[in-house]
T-cell receptor, first 113, second 115 residues
Framework: AQSVTQLDSQVPVFEEAPVELRCNYS??????LFWYVQYPNQGLQLLLK??????LVKGINGFEAEFNKSQTSFHLRKPSVHISDTAEYFC???????????FGAGTTVTVRA | GAGVSQSPRYKVAKRGQDVALRCDPI?????LFWYQQALGQGPEFLTY????????KSGLPSDRFFAERPEGSVSTLKIQRTQQEDSAVYLC?????????????FGSGTRLTVV
């Protein structure tokens, strides 16, 4: 079984400041890793994914994440946030031999001017 | 269609009422998933279809929950005798193939409130 822990439930941040959202996972098999964003009253939108290869993954809207196998982490970063980045962010894992996504509880990012 | 379409967007049901939630996946997508997202939580897997075959229903919380996809396209999630604990957002996702496509396209969800 897999589990995902998002270490921060809420992250307030000022506009143009950097942000990091932390995600740790546990799994007995190799996994693929994802970050999704959910804007109010909308579905989940894929920000980025790690399948294999380079551990630094770049996604949409200026986000990037780094896979650290030894620390079983997949932290999401953005060097300079905008008001429009205010949303809920979910880290998710999927075993490489399965189809089920397991999600963390989410991190609410609130960007203030 | 261009995306995954779910209807209705909002549903209020009285406790004990039956409800039906519809998902229209992206045309040609073989795999279809239902997830349940309780307030303040991440989505949790309910069930998985490949074409019309329901290959996994291990996440359905009780026998009051039933899903179908009779022609391999539109899917319906039915909840019988709704209870307050069924209040959640129900998300549908689809993908072109199963495990190979890595990332799924999610719909906007149906927010169910049981009163």
């Amino acid at each position: 079984a897999q589990s995902v822990t998002q270490l921060d439930s809420q992250v307030p941040v000022f506009e143009e400041a950097p942000v990091e959202l932390r995600c740790n996972y546990s799994s007995s098999v190799s996994v693929y890793l994802f970050w999704y964003v959910q804007y109010p009253n909308q579905g989940l939108q894929l920000l980025l994914k790690y399948l294999s290869g380079s551990t630094l993954v770049k996604g949409i809207n200026g986000f990037e994440a780094e896979f650290n196998k030894s620390q079983t982490s997949f932290h999401l970063r953005k060097p300079s946030v905008h008001i429009s980045d205010t949303a809920e962010y979910f880290c998710a894992v999927r075993p490489s031999n399965d189809y089920k996504l397991s999600f963390g509880a989410g991190t609410t990012v609130t960007v203030r001017a | 269609g261009a995306g995954v379409s779910q209807s209705p967007r909002y549903k209020v049901a009285k406790r004990g009422q039956d409800v039906a939630l519809r998902c229209d996946p992206i045309s040609g997508h073989v795999s279809l998933f239902w997830y349940q997202q309780a307030l303040g939580q991440g989505p949790e897997f309910l069930t998985y279809f490949q074409n019309e075959a329901q290959l996994d229903k291990s996440g359905l919380p009780s026998d009051r929950f039933f899903a179908e996809r009779p022609e391999g396209s539109v899917s319906t999630l039915k909840i019988q005798r709704t209870q307050q604990e069924d209040s959640a957002v129900y998300l549908c996702a689809s993908s072109l193939v199963g495990r190979e496509n890595y990332g799924y396209t999610f719909g906007s969800g149906t927010r169910l409130t049981v009163v």
